[in-house]
């Protein structure tokens, strides 16, 4: 029987598959492609950079180039168009004046809106040039390609591996049981692919070691149907000048325009998340008016403690890694494989396992039958172990999430907190979140910002556990923030030596997994809880501040008014004011005889008003105090010391409370 042609049997290559299948690791249209581009070789290079406690330094590069640059790149001849008619951008005259009419529309709305909110003439200016832009990207006829240059200082790859780690599909050094932000060793793989498929044009890579006396060069792309590296040139350049790190530039086919503002989201986000980094971002457009150039300067030399590889928890693992593990470990009695190569398995236990698998202890574990296997599987499911500590992990930490947040936001208040080590599946995990009101580019309602083995997730954020957790689990009037009005930024960055990702993507966490999803609520509700102790405060001062106020504002009516009256009284005659002098006390009548006399006019009344306000403004600090315990209420964090050695104290100032000493140049 002759084989139909959909009954051949076909192979594909893991690069194949992801080549045809490039949504599933976030490569998805030109413009998702050229973000993930960024973000995964700049994940690399903050990898690269932690795994050896370097402050990282990363510089990002995307050049704008226009297909017939391109072109000229790939040899290839530009020619004029022959049939204008053929081609996509061809305008019928019909066509240009529909399109024409819209623009001139679309212009006299933006003046008239610009009338009505008092826009600046530069305000004005900058939207319609900003129009142009638009206008001009979108009806240019040239596809944009894009050169992305990320360079780290971190700790560069071996020359040999550099063909592999580059060229070859799921290959890497973070498979092990470590907190990484890269995991697959897939991103740069995918990368390449996609310049392949857009572009044609290989990867080139300059890398070297610490310490080493020379710098890779490599050019090289990627065999997609035999998923193997291809080089096309390799070097040793002289390193004396002592650089370390990595160098990676593609050229791709991208979309600015529509994904200009996710990188930057972006990079700003994972300045939050990393503020002891330095990012150094610059586009440059053909047209040098568009280029931009940011700096997100890093902050703090305080960086979390890199994470450290771990052994895998008992509970986690399947058939396959115990024979696995067993094949290729060193150790060659059960005992010592127990011990050594599981976390949390001490030498007691392991001596105590081999007998409830009815097992020689001083079996090799190389030799252990497949049935031994599944019953070390079963056992070790059904055993009951201590949970893995967290000590591998490595999250942010408050102190430099809090940092992040205020020097990216500048909110006007934040709390932090960092939940206790919780365990899924075997995998420890710690859960990290802050809460931010106000600050600036910030929009009114929750703003949500989700962060995984410290990477920002922007994509896909309805399903994650993160976001469903902030809108849907907390109750956040009960904190009294609005969470429609107010601005608030929900920060929660979990770390794991596993995330529960769904996709190769890495774009959001499972809402399905209990333990997280808990831990995430009690986070944000710590936060929450620290905010609202702020808040009650904060609402506090402004409701005694608006008191204040409105009674500041009647003093000069009622100040006029009192006078007119004792003027009145002062003005009676003598025995009329004898036959009263009964009925007033002391205090008016010296009162009176003070208007009388001219030492209280007007402006006395006035100022003693005054008086008397600041004085209920003092009282009611007092009774609050004391509602709320003095030590509490009284208690105001305050940080003085001398900016340097030039400064000494100065003269000092008592008061009940205590001493304050003013600071004085030397
Ligand atoms: N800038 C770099 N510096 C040092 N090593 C690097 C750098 N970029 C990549 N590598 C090495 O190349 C390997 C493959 O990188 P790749 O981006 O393909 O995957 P990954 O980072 O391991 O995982 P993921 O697919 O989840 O990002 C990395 O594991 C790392 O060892």
Same mark, same amino acid.
């Given at each position: 029987?002759?084989?139909?042609?959909?009954?051949?049997?076909?192979?594909?290559?893991?690069?194949?598959?992801?080549?045809?299948?490039?949504?599933?690791?976030?490569?998805?249209?030109?413009?998702?492609?050229?973000?993930?581009?960024?973000?995964?070789?700049?994940?690399?290079?903050?990898?690269?950079?932690?795994?050896?406690?370097?402050?990282?330094?990363?510089?990002?590069?995307?050049?704008?180039?226009?297909?017939?640059?391109?072109?000229?790149?790939?040899?290839?001849?530009?020619?004029?168009?022959?049939?204008?008619?053929?081609?996509?951008?061809?305008?019928?005259?019909?066509?240009?004046?529909?399109?024409?009419?819209?623009?001139?529309?679309?212009?006299?709305?933006?003046?008239?809106?610009?009338?009505?909110?008092?826009?600046?003439?530069?305000?004005?200016?900058?939207?319609?040039?900003?129009?142009?832009?638009?206008?001009?990207?979108?009806?240019?006829?040239?596809?944009?390609?894009?050169?992305?240059?990320?360079?780290?200082?971190?700790?560069?790859?071996?020359?040999?591996?550099?063909?592999?780690?580059?060229?070859?599909?799921?290959?890497?050094?973070?498979?092990?049981?470590?907190?990484?932000?890269?995991?697959?060793?897939?991103?740069?793989?995918?990368?390449?692919?996609?310049?392949?498929?857009?572009?044609?044009?290989?990867?080139?890579?300059?890398?070297?070691?610490?310490?080493?006396?020379?710098?890779?060069?490599?050019?090289?792309?990627?065999?997609?149907?035999?998923?193997?590296?291809?080089?096309?040139?390799?070097?040793?350049?002289?390193?004396?000048?002592?650089?370390?790190?990595?160098?990676?530039?593609?050229?791709?086919?991208?979309?600015?325009?529509?994904?200009?503002?996710?990188?930057?989201?972006?990079?700003?986000?994972?300045?939050?998340?990393?503020?002891?980094?330095?990012?150094?971002?610059?586009?440059?457009?053909?047209?040098?008016?568009?280029?931009?150039?940011?700096?997100?300067?890093?902050?703090?030399?305080?960086?979390?403690?890199?994470?450290?590889?771990?052994?895998?928890?008992?509970?986690?693992?399947?058939?396959?890694?115990?024979?696995?593990?067993?094949?290729?470990?060193?150790?060659?009695?059960?005992?010592?494989?127990?011990?050594?190569?599981?976390?949390?398995?001490?030498?007691?236990?392991?001596?105590?396992?081999?007998?409830?698998?009815?097992?020689?202890?001083?079996?090799?574990?190389?030799?252990?039958?497949?049935?031994?296997?599944?019953?070390?599987?079963?056992?070790?499911?059904?055993?009951?172990?201590?949970?893995?500590?967290?000590?591998?992990?490595?999250?942010?930490?408050?102190?430099?999430?809090?940092? &992040?947040?205020? !020097? =990216?936001?500048?909110?006007?208040? *934040?709390?932090?907190? @960092?939940? #206790? %080590?919780?365990?899924?599946?075997?995998?420890?995990?710690?859960?990290?979140?802050?809460?931010?009101?106000?600050?600036?580019?910030?929009?009114?309602?929750?703003?949500?910002?989700?962060?995984?083995?410290?990477?920002?997730?922007?994509?896909?954020?309805?399903?994650?556990?993160?976001?469903?957790?902030?809108?849907?689990?907390?109750?956040?009037?009960?904190?009294?923030?609005?969470?429609?009005?107010?601005?608030?930024?929900?920060?929660?960055?979990?770390?794991?030596?596993?995330?529960?990702?769904? &996709?190769?993507? !890495? =774009?959001?966490?499972?809402?399905? *997994?209990?333990?997280? @999803?808990? #831990? %995430?609520?009690?986070?944000?509700?710590?936060?929450?809880?620290?905010?609202?102790?702020?808040?009650?405060?904060?609402?506090?001062?402004?409701?005694?501040?608006?008191?204040?106020?409105?009674?500041?504002?009647?003093?000069?009516?009622?100040?006029?008014?009192?006078?007119?009256?004792?003027?009145?009284?002062?003005?009676?005659?003598?025995?009329?004011?004898?036959?009263?002098?009964?009925?007033?006390?002391?205090?008016?009548?010296?009162?009176?005889?003070?208007?009388?006399?001219?030492?209280?006019?007007?402006?006395?009344?006035?100022?003693?008003?005054?008086?008397?306000?600041?004085?209920?403004?003092?009282?009611?600090?007092?009774?609050?105090?004391?509602?709320?315990?003095?030590?509490?209420?009284?208690?105001?964090?305050?940080?003085?010391?001398?900016?340097?050695?030039?400064?000494?104290?100065?003269?000092?100032?008592?008061?009940?409370?205590?001493?304050?000493?003013?600071?004085?140049?030397?």
């Amino acid at each position: 029987m002759v084989k139909q042609k959909e009954d051949l049997l076909q192979q594909k290559s893991p690069a194949e598959f992801f080549a045809d299948n490039r949504t599933i690791a976030g490569f998805d249209n030109p413009g998702k492609c050229l973000y993930t581009t960024i973000r995964e070789l700049v994940e690399n290079g903050l990898d690269a950079a932690e795994s050896i406690s370097q402050l990282p330094e990363i510089e990002i590069t995307v050049t704008e180039i226009s297909q017939q640059q391109l072109n000229r790149m790939r040899g290839v001849t530009n020619h004029d168009r022959i049939d204008e008619e053929l081609y996509q951008d061809f305008e019928t005259d019909g066509v240009k004046q529909k399109r024409l009419a819209k623009e001139a529309k679309e212009m006299e709305r933006l003046e008239k809106q610009a009338a009505k909110r008092g826009d600046t003439a530069a305000a004005l200016d900058g939207k319609k040039k900003e129009l142009e832009v638009k206008r001009a990207q979108a009806s240019r006829a040239d596809k944009v390609f894009f050169q992305v240059t990320v360079r780290d200082n971190g700790m560069g790859m071996a020359h040999k591996d550099i063909p592999d780690m580059l060229g070859r599909v799921l290959s890497g050094t973070k498979y092990g049981v470590k907190q990484t932000r890269g995991k697959f060793g897939l991103g740069a793989k995918m990368a390449l692919i996609w310049s392949k498929m857009s572009t044609g044009l290989p990867i080139e890579v300059t890398s070297a070691r610490p310490g080493s006396a020379t710098r890779s060069y490599f050019k090289l792309d990627l065999d997609i149907q035999r998923n193997q590296p291809n080089v096309h040139e390799q070097k040793l350049l002289d390193n004396s000048d002592g650089w370390h790190g990595a160098e990676l530039s593609v050229i791709i086919a991208g979309n600015w325009q529509y994904y200009r503002a996710k990188v930057l989201k972006y990079l700003q986000q994972i300045a939050v998340i990393t503020p002891y980094a330095q990012f150094e971002f610059a586009f440059q457009a053909e047209d040098e008016k568009n280029s931009i150039r940011v700096t997100f300067a890093r902050r703090t030399t305080t960086m979390p403690q890199p994470p450290k590889a771990t052994k895998h928890h008992p509970s986690s693992v399947d058939l396959e890694l115990i024979k696995r593990l067993a094949a290729s470990t060193p150790c060659t009695s059960l005992i010592s494989f127990l011990s050594k190569e599981f976390d949390c398995i001490s030498r007691d236990l392991a001596e105590k396992i081999p007998l409830e698998m009815r097992c020689d202890p001083s079996t090799s574990p190389a030799e252990l039958t497949s049935k031994q296997i599944v019953a070390m599987h079963d056992l070790l499911h059904q055993l009951r172990f201590h949970n893995p500590d967290g000590a591998h992990l490595s999250p942010a930490g408050e102190y430099n999430l809090r940092l &992040g947040i205020m !020097k =990216e936001l500048r909110p006007e208040m *934040v709390a932090t907190h @960092q939940g #206790a %080590v919780g365990v899924h599946e075997g995998h420890a995990f710690i859960v990290e979140a802050a809460i931010s009101v106000g600050g600036r580019n910030i929009k009114p309602g929750l703003n949500i910002h989700r962060f995984s083995n410290r990477i920002p997730l922007l994509f896909e954020g309805g399903s994650d556990v993160i976001t469903r957790t902030a809108i849907k689990r907390i109750n956040w009037s009960q904190y009294k923030i609005n969470q429609t009005s107010d601005k608030v930024g929900v920060f929660v960055s979990l770390v794991s030596t596993k995330i529960p990702f769904k &996709g190769a993507g !890495k =774009e959001y966490i499972a809402d399905d *997994v209990e333990e997280i @999803q808990l #831990a %995430v609520r009690t986070a944000i509700q710590q936060c929450c809880v620290q905010l609202k102790n702020k808040i009650t405060k904060q609402q506090a001062a402004r409701d005694q501040r608006q008191r204040k106020k409105n009674l500041t504002k009647y003093i000069p009516n009622v100040a006029a008014a009192l006078f007119t009256v004792l003027q009145a009284v002062a003005d009676r005659k003598e025995d009329e004011q004898a036959a009263k002098r009964r009925r007033r006390d002391e205090e008016a009548e010296e009162v009176v005889l003070g208007v009388r006399s001219g030492d209280v006019t007007e402006p006395t009344l006035v100022a003693r008003l005054q008086q008397h306000v600041e004085q209920i403004d003092v009282d009611m600090a007092l009774e609050y105090q004391l509602q709320q315990g003095v030590t509490e209420a009284a208690k105001l964090e305050a940080h003085l010391m001398p900016l340097s050695a030039r400064h000494a104290y100065g003269p000092e100032a008592h008061c009940d409370v205590g001493v304050i000493r003013r600071l004085q140049e030397l």
